[in-house]
């Protein structure tokens, strides 16, 4: 009886195992993501789609996100009170280590938006397995989307992160990029987490960087993230305009409105 008792608890106990593998906490840097997956191609397609044809937009920036989901949730709830945002693009630092479950926990909170959002990648993202990750669930760092007449190339520059190993930033991307715009496109805006000049940005080619983007139809500006304040400045001196969005703890978000006449609203929204 007693041996009968041994193997009915061994059986009991290896049902509650396998079917409570969810309480199990995998390695922080385990590539295992739970949830949705290619986030930006998926996002960008209803971009374009509800974008098609428009020669005017507004969106929302937000960066830096990292630890601060409270504040990332007001933000969302903000944005979605307005009624009159198209899209939100996400500068990076999603992640404070690029942990898995950081990824995770911050989709959490951006997918409550009632738009598309799409995410480029930031300093902190690459940490550990995060590029892994990040590729998982939003797609390949380096990547671009038409909004209406509006071309967005979104560029990682986090060169310091790879130990300048890697082509950051892709100028065989930019180059490929360029050669199949649409005919239709009438300007450019070009997003990035870490700006020309900044700890993260490989600055032997910031020069070369900037007369590769000015190559594309009507630059408009760029933006960027990584240093937590909000900024309008122009890093190399040469008449190219960064918008820079501080980081979610300000209680900040910018907002961008392109005008049909080609003029650009900036606007701080506090939250």
Not at 128 to 144: A, E, L, M, R, W
Request: aromatic share 14%.
């Amino acid at each position: 009886m007693k041996k009968l008792n041994f193997h009915l608890f061994t059986i009991i106990f290896a049902q509650t195992l396998f079917s409570a593998c969810d309480w199990i906490e995998y390695h922080p840097y385990d590539t295992r993501v739970d949830g949705p997956r290619n986030l930006n191609a998926q996002h960008i397609a209803q971009i374009e789609q509800e974008m098609r044809g428009r020669d005017s937009l507004r969106f929302a920036v937000l960066s830096d996100t990292q630890r601060w989901y409270d504040e990332t949730a007001a933000a969302v709830d903000n944005i979605n009170k307005r009624n009159d945002v198209d899209f939100v693009l996400h500068l990076g630092d999603l992640t404070d280590f690029g942990i898995t479950r950081e990824f995770e926990w911050m989709h959490r909170e951006l997918g409550k938006l009632d738009v598309p959002y799409v995410c480029l990648i930031g300093n902190h993202d690459c940490l550990g397995t995060g590029t892994d990750v990040f590729q998982q669930i939003y797609g390949n760092p380096d990547f671009s989307f038409n909004a209406g007449d509006t071309h967005f190339l979104c560029l990682n520059t986090n060169a310091f992160e790879y130990d300048y190993s890697m082509a950051i930033p892709n100028f065989s991307f930019m180059k490929s990029d360029r050669e199949y715009l649409s005919p239709e496109i009438r300007r450019t805006i070009v997003a990035m987490h870490a700006a020309p000049t900044s700890d993260q940005f490989n600055n032997n080619v910031a020069d070369v960087f900037h007369d590769k983007i000015r190559a594309y139809p009507a630059l408009q500006f760029c933006l960027s993230g990584h240093n937590h304040a909000m900024l309008v400045f122009e890093p190399l001196e040469d008449g190219i305009t960064y918008y820079q969005c501080g980081a979610a703890k300000h209680r900040e978000y910018i907002l961008l409105t392109l005008t049909t006449d080609g003029d650009t609203i900036y606007e701080i929204v506090a939250y």
